[in-house]
Structure formats: structure tokens, C-alpha cells
């Protein structure tokens, strides 16, 4: 049964359930909603990279710290379409375009990237973005030209938000995603751990996105990857532990949804990455960056899927599911 309104109490007992328990009921009700052993392959592409005006103290991205990242002007249609062609020729069935924007604004930039959505939608990939904020028109535009999905993540709770962002609220990025809903555009929202935030933030932001009315299609979880000259440049690596209870709980709160293994694989072993799989987790990104820090080998991936008897979702599965008759 699919629930929204999950106490708080409720998401604290299941968090902090013994692990291997937790890991069985996870298991269990990903049995049930998902096949097992299905992991849908996705793959990121920086469309506009670094000189972000805002603070989100983890990303390599803002204009604020002084990282390695070299700042680009957003890409051309054709070179993005040449990555999501050989994304797709990698068997990566959706294709998530980021740029280091606060938000979108109704410019040329704006009409490109919209030409790229259609683009990328006419090879049959499920086509996301990841743009920053977004008026309730500007999504419709989006949907229009094909988007399927939209990444906003709430990051971490609403409490500990304060912390590692300033420049703009919780508030703000709840209203994108409202945004994002009312154009009829499936929503991808999930956060980072090893922010510095205590168990009961990721109970608190846990909680937040399953009482949402629909719970997010899409949940990545993500483990903080230290990049040098941002503040968090020196937190210790996210334990392996954690990453499992939080995918664990995920998937029981949120039983339908895709619960995606995001950043801080590169420093995942074989087994490590099993455990996630074990605790509901079903995708994963791709190639060899995320956006820019560096993500396993695609020779790597290929022969964990084999080692561990994975098969690759394919693309839309969700609405050849829920379509009225199939043949
Ligand atoms: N600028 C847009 C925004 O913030 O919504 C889109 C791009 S932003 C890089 C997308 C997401 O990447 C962030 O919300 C954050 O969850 C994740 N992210 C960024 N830097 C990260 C890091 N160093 N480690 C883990 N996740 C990170
Ligand atoms: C998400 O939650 N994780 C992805 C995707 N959404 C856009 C991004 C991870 C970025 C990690 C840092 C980097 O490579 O710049
Ligand atoms: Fe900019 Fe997004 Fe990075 Fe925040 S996470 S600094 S909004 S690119």
C-alpha cells in the first residue's frame, strides 16, 4: 500500500531499525513493487558548467569557492545531442541535463535548452533537467517540448537547510517542485548525506518527501562528494552504513518510486554497491562524470551489472505499465 501520510515517529522507526532487518523489509517491498535485479542506467550531462551565483556549500559548481571546475558557457544543441546519442548507445535509457543556474530565465539560453529536450526526446530517452528554479510557465514550456522528468532536490531537512544554503529557502525549492507537478512533469527529488546533518535531519527530509501528496517518481540519493575550496571540503567520506539505511528507508516509505544510488559511487566497491541494490535501490548514473566529479568506468559498470546478474531497465517503463491495454 502506497501511504503520504507517514508520521514522524513512524520514518524514525524504520530508519533506525537494526540494518540487516531493515535491509529484508526493504528487500521485500521492493520484491513487490519492482523486479529484481532491474537497475535502470542513466546518464548526466553538464549543459552549462560553474560560475553559480549561489552558496550550496557541497558544490564544486558555485562561483563563491575556489575549485577546479572550469566555468563553460552553456553547450551546443549538437554536442548534446552527440552525448545523449552515445549515452544511449551505452544503454542508458534516460538522459539528465544540468546547468549550474540559480534558475531559468526567458532568454536564448532558455529556447536552446528547449530545443535539446525535443531533441533528446526523438531518440526515445527519458530526457531530464536540472536547471534550478522554475515558474509554473516555464515548466509548461519544458513539458511541451518533452520533458519527462525534473530534478530539484529538497538536499537535506528543512532544519538543517539553513546551514548550507543561504541564498535561497526550502520554501523556494518547494515551490519549484509544486511547478513542476502542476505541468504534469514526473518529479525527481532526494538529497546528499555527510552534510554535517544528524540522523534525525535525514529521518526530517526523509519524511518530507513521503508525506508529499504524490510521492517523487524519482529519489536520489546522494553521498557528499568533498570537492576542494568548497567548506565541505573536508568532511569525512559518508560511511557505507549510512547510504544503506537511507536507501533502505526510502524504499519502504516510498515503494514505488526509483531510488537512485547517485553521487559517491567512484569510491564504492562492488560490494558496497550490491548492498545498495539489496536495500531497493535501482538506478544509477553512467559514463565516466557525474557533472563534474568523476563516476565509475563504463567498462567498470559493465562488469559489475554481469558479476552481480543485473539486467538494465528499459526507458518509459512506468507508463507502458500503467497504460490501459498492452498487447
Ligand atoms: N543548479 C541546479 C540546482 O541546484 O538545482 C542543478 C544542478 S545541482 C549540481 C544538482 C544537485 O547535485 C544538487 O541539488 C545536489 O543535490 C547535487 N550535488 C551537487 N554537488 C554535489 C556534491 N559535491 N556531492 C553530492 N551531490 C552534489
Ligand atoms: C542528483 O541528485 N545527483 C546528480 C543529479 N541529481 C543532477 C548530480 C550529482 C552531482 C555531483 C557533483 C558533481 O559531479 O558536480
Ligand atoms: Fe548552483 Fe546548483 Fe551548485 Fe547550488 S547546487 S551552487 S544552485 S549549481
Redesign the pocket.
Known sequence: MIRNDWTLNEVRDIYNLPLLPLIHRASAVHQQYHTAGEVQVCTLL?IKTGG?P?D?A????AARYHTDVEAHKLLTYEEVIEKALEAKNNGSTRFCM?????NVRDNSDFDRVIEMVKGVNALGMEVCC????LTEQQAMRLKEAGLYAY???L?TSDTYYGEIITTRTYADRLETLEHVERAGISVCC???I?LGESDEDRIRMLHTLATRSRHPESV?V??????KG?P?ADRPRVRIWDMVRMIATARILMPKAMVRL???RNEMSYEQQALCFLAGANSIFAGEK????PNPQTDSDRAMFELLGITPRESFKHEKQNAPCCD
Open positions: 553538464s553559480c549561489e550550496c557541497y558544490c564544486p559548481q544540468g546547468a549550474a543556474w540559480r536540472t536547471l534550478g528554479m530534478n530539484h532536490n538536499d532526494g538529497g546528499i555527510g536520489p546522494n553521498a557528499l562528494v568533498p570537492v568548497t565541505l547517485s553521487a559517491g557525474l557533472l563534474t566529479t
